[in-house]
């Protein structure tokens, strides 16, 4: 499992929407947002390949100005449950 931390921008009056629109996006949740205009969101999906699609789909979402990623993480789920 991949896990990605993602900070998107919008400007202040667009935060409701963008944040509904994220939201809508398989493997998203939206964490919070501020007055300013960002917005902590995390994405989870099986590959690398698929985390990366989803962020450049991201910054095409109507009112986002940017999406950046500034953590990744990847989890072997199969070697946890052998581990137990």
């Known amino acids: 499992m991949n896990i990605s931390g993602v ?3 919008t400007f202040p009056g667009n935060i409701d ?3 509904h629109s994220l939201e809508r996006l398989d493997g998203v949740e939206v964490h919070g947002a501020n007055e300013d205009g960002r917005l902590v969101v995390t994405i989870e999906k099986e590959s690398e390949r698929d985390i990366a699609d989803l962020l450049v789909h991201m910054q095409d979402v109507p009112g986002v100005l940017s999406a950046s990623m500034v953590y990744h993480q990847f989890e072997d789920l199969g070697q946890q449950e052998a581990e137990q």
């Open 7 to 9: 900070v998107v921008r």
């Open 17 to 19: 929407t963008v944040r």
